[in-house]
C-alpha cells in the first residue's frame, strides 16, 4: 500500500492513494494556509471512524440485520503541548433499522474494537480510544 503527496502551494497539498482516489490537505490562514481541505489531524480521526464504520457494516451486514442508518460521531482531544497528539478519542455508532438487535449491535461495535479495525487497534497503544452504540428505529 502506498499513497503520494503532492505540493500544490502555500500549505496545500494533494494526496492520492493505490486506490487513485485524490483528497486535499491544508491548513489554515493562521499559519499560512487557505483552509481548502482537510487538515492532517482531522484525517486521522476520519480514518479510525471511516475504518470501524466500515467493520461494522460489515459485521451487521453478515448477521442479517436490516441497517437503514449508521453515523458515527468521532471526537478527539488532543494534548495541549507540542506535540498536540491525540489522547482520547471517542466512538459514538448510531445504528438505525428495522427490529435491530441491541446486542447485534453491541458485538459488531466489540468486534470492530478488539479484533478488525487496523486503524483503532495501533491508535489504541497510545491513545484512549472508547466506543458507545445507540440503536435506533427506523
Known amino acids: 500500500m502506498k499513497a503520494t503527496i503532492d505540493w500544490q502551494n502555500a500549505l496545500q497539498f494533494r494526496g492520492t492513494a493505490d486506490s487513485g482516489h485524490v483528497v486535499t490537505i ?10 481548502a481541505g482537510f487538515r492532517p489531524m482531522e484525517m486521522m480521526l ?26 458515527i460521531e468521532v471526537e478527539g482531544q488532543r494534548a495541549e503541548t507540542e506535540p498536540k497528539v491525540f489522547t482520547d478519542i471517542h466512538l459514538r455508532f448510531i445504528v438505525s433499522g428495522h427490529d435491530l ?18 486503524a483503532s487497534i495501533m491508535l489504541a497503544a497510545s491513545v484512549n480510544i472508547t466506543h458507545e452504540h445507540v440503536v435506533e428505529p427506523a
Open 26 to 35: 491544508d491548513g489554515p490562514p493562521d499559519i499560512g494556509g487557505e483552509n
Open 101 to 118: 438487535s441491541e446486542k447485534h449491535v453491541a458485538r459488531a461495535v466489540q468486534l470492530s474494537a478488539e479484533k478488525y479495525c487496523s
Open 46 to 71: 476520519l480514518s479510525i471512524g471511516g475504518c470501524s464504520a466500515m467493520d461494522v457494516m460489515h459485521i451487521l451486514k453478515k448477521s442479517r440485520q436490516d441497517v437503514t442508518d449508521c453515523r
